[in-house]
């Protein structure tokens, strides 16, 4: 007889705490203790090995802990003082310190990494996203997040016998995570509900505190959804097919912006990071057709102004495709309800808008629809604007919209305890507070060369400790021998060079470059003299099986006899491991294809403490390379597969030759001061840059802010000036096949002299149109050897003549250069905003230079 489960009424047991230690879970559902070494210690010092075996989660460890240990911590007054100090810290921080105003930027991202207990995180974007929340936390940004809760979150990493990953899925128990679940003014937990290819689909809300931030968490396994694929959407990051990435990305654009709605907030900044949460722009669309009266036109320009996009993808394949099939699955419906063109909606995510079999990019729905674009470095704004350019067909490449902001790690996140202990002595007392200004960093020249080596070697120790726990752990789960958990307990040297080489498995990332001369690499590992190890970890996608093996291969070379000791790999990768990792190695080694890392942000984390990186010119360090300390393998050539065999080579000269010999030279005070030195210009010149508080406040001035101050003027009278707007563009597109250019002057110039100017006029049929709906530009700058302008400049031609329809637009340069120069004329629309937001498929005609 088959067992019928019965109604089951649910309620809820909280911790009894001592009255004394009643904020307790106040200080354990707010994540500033991630970043807070004092409030995070408070909850360690209850008992370390309870601690650790809950995961560092404070929440789960108050429902398991002890009454006696509690109510001993109750009547110590160490602890009470203790205790006391956290609550005035949390007290003290919540206290907003800038006055409140209308701002309102809404941050949607599909992953988070917060913290090693909250795996709702695959890798580097999540990490990204949870420093970002962070960084304005610390800031007193006004910024709301909006994500999915996983049920099981990422995959958990093991090693089969043969070192071939295996995927574990464990469930998430939200209930002992520092989550909890939004409740209205009746008490009653808040849902809210989208249509889902024909069936209604119920989604709870779930919130963070991070520190003065809120991340709301949306979660569709409730009872309410009666379809297993229903609640199977929020089940794990990034897993099932393309119905769950899909669905996946229903619930994050649409849900997430019925969610804010219910919660009774009103952004006026929206930031798609990455362009998984891009539905969130028809959404909006949808909203102020309805609410305002505005045709799809008006709502697309409306919801442009203050749209804000970030692309962290250097290469097509990473981006979301959906067959125009499965698009009217999923929206043929939503459009018809709405009043919106299916035709249109689809034309959105098109490189070509009329071509009805191109698949629906997620990329370019989210560009389409956004004013303001950034790549995440500066190498990729380059790369960015070449992968985009076909979307702006009539611009350079130099001029395609897309800006910059290179990424940045939460300092205080990633930063040691030991090296933040050494800066409370040396550096100003308000560090922690100014660590954005390179003035705090010039004490770094201050701080005693072997205080700062012991700093170091403590955490190396730490760092072994923790690696060798961590391998016999494993193994004793997958049944290894008695004999082969010895020897992992026994692995890696303190005294030895350690480098660290942490990724996502993905074979652009080139992980077994360094293990491709063995030989080579036997040599230097198992110098008597001059030791030197590895420390591996990473994980790969379940259905990434090029990657599994190169996992496979890093860890049967593991195994070699001379090699047992110098090479470990650590499973499971992830926050924990990272942090232990960037801390504690000596070298940084990262081997990406150029142009093909984004960013990158674990060099960074290791940079903030100090140590040096070994890395390909590619993403941050492009920028930061003269001034890190480290050392490069290669140079500014775009990648080529023949480079693999002389990166390769680079790297075992570069440790040959010169990075090991400075690391064990130099020791007549008893540590290498070469190395210290290297490692004193690393924190002086990275902590100040290449930090998330300093990213942003770039998105505040040059995105959120603008972005706002555009919605603030074009939401003012019912939208009036954006249905102008639009009837206007319309105007324009109606006369602009007409508009021609009539004379271009003047003829050759020859030769001229540096410092004599140059006159430029054109005479152009303005089609109907006047001077003021058009902008004239002389496009200025040298010619090169393909015959194509470089380093150019824009000059502004007014008009100074009319004759009919015909204008007469003209004006001098002085060339600020010399050689060989050249310029060529253009008209667009005066669109009166900046170049940065121009739309896609912008406008414009150019004329023939000289």
Known sequence: MAFQVQPVREFLVRPALPPQLARLTDLAYNLLWTWDHDIRALFRRLDPIMWKTCANN???????????????????????????????????YLES??????????????????????????????????????????????LAGVGLLYQQGYHQQFLNPDGWQIEHYPVNDFYTLPVRPVLQPTGEELKVTVQMAGSLLYIKVWHIDIGRVKLYLLDTNIAENQRPEDRDITDSLYGGDVHTRIRQEVVLGIGGMRALKALGLEPTVFHMNEGHSAFLAIERVRSLMKEYGLSFEEAIDANRRNTVFTTHTPVPAGIDLFDPGLMYEYFGSYCQEAGISFDQFLGLGRRNPSDHQERFSMAILAINTSAYRNAVSTLHHKVAREMWQDLWPRLPVQEIPITSVTNGVHLLSWLNGDLSLLYDQYLQPDWRERYTDPKIWDMISELPDQELW??????????????????????????????????????????AFTIGFARRFATYKRATLLFRDVARLKKLLTNPERPVQIVIAGKAHPKDHPGKTLIREIVQLSRDPALVKRIVFLEDYGIEVGRDMVQGVDLWLNTPRRGEEACGTSGMKAGINGILNLSILDGWFDEAYEISGGWTI???????????EYHASTIYSLLENEIVPMYYGGRENGFPEGWVRRMKQCLMH????????????EYMANLYT??????????????????????????????????????????????????????????????????????????VGRVGVTGQLEDTRNVRLPAIEQRGSVYVFEKEFVPDQTGRLGYALRISPNHHEDPLTRPC????KWGIGT
Not at 60 to 88: N, T
Not at 113 to 122: A, K, R, V
Not at 771 to 776: E, G, H, L, S
């Open 58 to 92: 404070p929440v789960l460890m108050l429902g398991r802990v002890p009454q006696a240990i509690l109510q001993r911590a109750a009547s110590d007054p160490r602890y009470l003082a203790s205790y006391r100090r956290a609550c005035e810290r949390l007290d003290n």
């Open 97 to 142: 310190r800038e006055p409140k105003h209308d701002k309102l930027i809404a941050y949607f991202s599909m992953e988070y990494g917060l913290t090693e207990c909250l795996p709702i995180y695959s890798g580097g974007l999540g990490v990204l996203s949870g420093d970002h929340m962070k960084a304005a936390s610390d800031g007193d940004h006004p």
């Open 454 to 495: 012991e700093v170091h070697r403590r955490r190396k120790r730490r760092l072994i400790n923790f690696a060798r726990e961590r391998v016999a752990t494993f193994a004793h789960s997958r049944n290894a021998s008695p004999a082969e958990i010895r020897r992992l307990a026994d692995v890696l040297d303190p005294e």
């Open 634 to 644: 290669g140079d500014r050539s775009p990648y080529s597969e023949d480079q693999d």
């Open 686 to 697: 990275l902590s100040p840059l290449y930090n998330a508080q300093r990213m942003i406040g």
């Open 706 to 779: 603008p972005a706002h101050e555009a919605f603030i003027h074009v939401r003012e009278a019912q939208f009036a000036g954006v249905r102008q707007q639009v009837e206007w563009t319309n105007s324009v597109e109606r006369a602009w096949p007409n508009i021609q250019f009539v004379e271009i002057g003047p003829g050759p110039l020859g030769s001229i002299t540096s410092g004599a100017p140059v006159p430029v006029r054109a005479a152009i049929d303005l089609a109907g149109l006047t001077p003021k709906d058009v902008r004239v530009e002389a496009i």
């Open 841 to 844: 498929d912008f406008l414009l």
